[in-house]
């Protein structure tokens, strides 16, 4: 048993792993399971590739977040403090390693926080606000029901909807990762919430979880769409009304000019010469934008000031 937890996902975990591997003398051909949240799955993956350069392992999510954004895809990896900089970078060890299956229980989720439920929910209204209107509509129908229930199956919640809900994030999920596994095109509508959400993550003493922060990132860039004309003033706070029913946040006090233009270079080193930045279009469909300029940014924050709650 290891803790969970972004401050456990280092390279000592994945040896305390490959500790036990050893002598456990697993075989090479031999499956071990993996059962945890995000951060455990991550650590096991790594380790899992690692031992005799690759034993074939299940993962087994056990929060909503692991569930619907660490379960299907192929990412491993821990966050490492380097010695020459002192400084921790998120996820800059890692690997490209599939599990051999995932077993998906949303029982698991009884047993979470409530804000660590809406945390996951983060990730899914993301989903939805690149991908799906259906799974959108039933955010805002069932979203606040299900964070009250964990999930579990009551009487005001029609018996399928936390599954169907799971389903579609996963589709959606299949369909995105399957065909660029490697990432070798970096205009991913799933990187939608991830410009903004990196540095406000990183903020010292910043008290804010990243499907937070993915949130906050995500409501801000509709703002970007409806300055741009892309999306009308009513969508935006269509989406609004969603993530507050969700008790997502849409504010951060340090997203800030600075941090707005910064995240937009870092974008640009990220991918590889170009921001490409999803922005929606209308729920549901989303393009990927390179031309966000500092006034543009700034104009957006004071406009997204005004729908602060
Ligand atoms: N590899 C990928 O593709 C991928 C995708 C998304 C996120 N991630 C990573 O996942 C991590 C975040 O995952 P997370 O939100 O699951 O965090 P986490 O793994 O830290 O879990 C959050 C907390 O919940 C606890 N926990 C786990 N399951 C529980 C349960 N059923 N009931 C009660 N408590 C439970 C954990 O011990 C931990 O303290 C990040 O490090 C992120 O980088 C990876
Ligand atoms: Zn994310």
């Not at 697993?26 to 005799?52: N, Q, S, T, V, W």
């Not at 990183?202 to 993915?214: C, K, L, Q, S």
């Not at 507050?244 to 707005?260: G, I, K, R, V």
Request: proline fraction near 5%; hydrophobic fraction near 40%; charge should be negative.
């Amino acid at each position: 048993v290891l803790p969970g937890g972004e401050p456990a996902k280092r390279p000592t975990a994945v040896d305390q792993i490959l500790d036990d591997l050893c002598a456990y003398k697993l075989r090479r051909r031999e499956p071990f399971l993996a059962i945890g949240g995000g951060c455990l799955l991550d650590i096991a993956g790594m380790a899992a590739c690692l031992y005799r350069r690759g034993v074939p392992f299940v993962r087994v999510p056990t929060t909503l977040l692991s569930i619907v954004d660490a379960s299907v895809g192929v990412k491993n990896g821990v966050d490492f403090c380097c010695r020459a900089t002192d400084e921790t970078y998120k996820n800059r060890i890692g690997s490209f390693y599939a599990p051999s299956s995932c077993l998906l229980d949303p029982a698991f989720i009884a047993s979470q926080d409530k804000r660590n439920i809406c945390n996951g929910f983060g990730e899914i209204v993301k989903l939805a606000l690149v991908r799906s209107v259906d799974l959108f509509e039933l955010l805002e129908t069932h979203g606040a029901a299900l964070v009250e229930s964990r999930f579990q199956v009551t009487d005001n919640i029609p018996a399928n909807v936390g599954t169907r809900i799971i389903d579609l994030s996963i589709q959606i999920m299949l369909e995105e990762l399957g065909p660029n596994l490697w990432e070798t095109t970096l205009e991913r509508c799933v990187d939608y919430g991830h410009t903004f959400s990196k540095l406000l993550e990183m903020v010292p003493g910043a008290d804010i979880m990243h499907g937070e922060a993915v949130n906050v990132d995500g409501f801000f860039c509709c703002i970007l769409s409806y300055l741009r004309g892309y999306i009308p003033r009513e969508t935006v706070q269509r989406v609004l009304n969603c993530m507050q029913s969700l008790a997502l946040p849409t504010h951060s006090a340090d997203l800030n000019p600075t941090l707005a233009w910064q995240s937009c270079k870092d974008a640009v080193e990220h991918r590889h010469g170009e921001q490409r930045i999803p922005l929606i279009t209308e729920i549901g469909e989303s393009i990927c934008v390179s031309d966000i300029t500092q006034e543009e940014l700034s104009r957006a924050l004071d406009v997204w000031k005004e729908f602060e709650p």
